[in-house]
């Protein structure tokens, strides 16, 4: 009766190391086009430059992919419009405001507000994705980091990303967050950056493939039991 329980129990620690191992957050879906963050409840786009490679037919959008704010609204559209991987509510990244992880702030005064901006911005998506998910630096590029994570993604550009919101002091201008040294600000909208999708919610996801780390601690749990088992069968 005891081995039984040690057997449940090992079998209950086997199902906790696969599902709360490191960089249990992030995974990918649909057929590995995209990657769910399970913190915010969306899916990435895995291609961070897609646009480089498929306009849709839009524009504006130069051949290494980067096109100004209204010509990246244009291609959500038609992304939207061509139901891109079975889905039509792809849209560019949110920025949080107020944020109060932001290491500055600017007092726009009425009836603006407080605009949050600078370093270490959690609160927006792709501060989010940059630094809580892909282990990005203040001052770094995203593609300085050792999170293995960051290999679930292909394109990524060390470079400026057009958010999807709007500065409210200044409708010309939006949000934007730049992956080469972790810095959200605003801009002038007929700057040229790159952009990202992403899309709420999640699809059909691809199993995650055990660690082998996972793999080692479960034999060596197996090892421990069959030696178990053979002391009490000699006792």
């Known amino acids: 009766m005891k081995l039984k329980q040690t057997l449940v ?13 490191a960089h249990a957050a992030l ?3 649909l057929g590995g086009q995209g990657v769910y963050d399970s913190d915010l409840n969306l899916t990435w786009l895995a ?3 897609l646009a480089a490679t498929n306009t849709f037919g839009v524009g504006g959008i130069s051949a290494s992919g980067d096109m100004t704010w209204n010509a990246a609204q244009s291609w959500i559209g038609a992304m939207n419009a061509a139901n891109y991987l079975g889905f039509n509510d792809w ?15 600017y007092n726009a005064g009425a009836p603006y507000g407080t605009q949050f901006y600078g370093y270490n911005c959690t609160g927006s998506e792709m501060g989010h994705l940059f630094y809580t998910e892909l282990g990005g630096t ?14 679930l993604f292909q394109n990524v550009q060390s470079s400026l990303y057009w958010s999807g919101t709007e500065y ?10 730049d992956t080469g040294i972790g ?10 950056m ?3 999708a992403v899309r709420p919610g999640n699809s059909t996801a691809v199993s995650a493939v055990p660690e082998p780390e996972t793999y080692a601690m479960l034999l060596a749990g197996l090892g421990l039991l069959g030696f178990t088992a053979r002391r009490r069968a000699r006792s």
């Open 194 to 196: 790159f952009a990202w």
């Open 91 to 105: 849209r560019l990244p949110a920025t949080l405001q107020p944020d109060a992880s932001c290491g500055s702030q």
């Open 183 to 192: 810095f959200q600000s605003a801009y002038y909208k007929g700057s040229s």
């Open 47 to 49: 291609n961070a430059n």
């Open 27 to 29: 995974t990918l879906t």
């Open 9 to 21: 129990a090992a079998a209950l620690g086997f199902g906790m190391l696969t599902t709360t191992g």
């Open 168 to 177: 409210a002091p200044s409708t010309s201008n939006a949000w934007y967050f």
């Open 138 to 151: 203040a001052g770094s590029s995203i593609l300085s980091s050792s999170d293995p994570d960051l290999a």
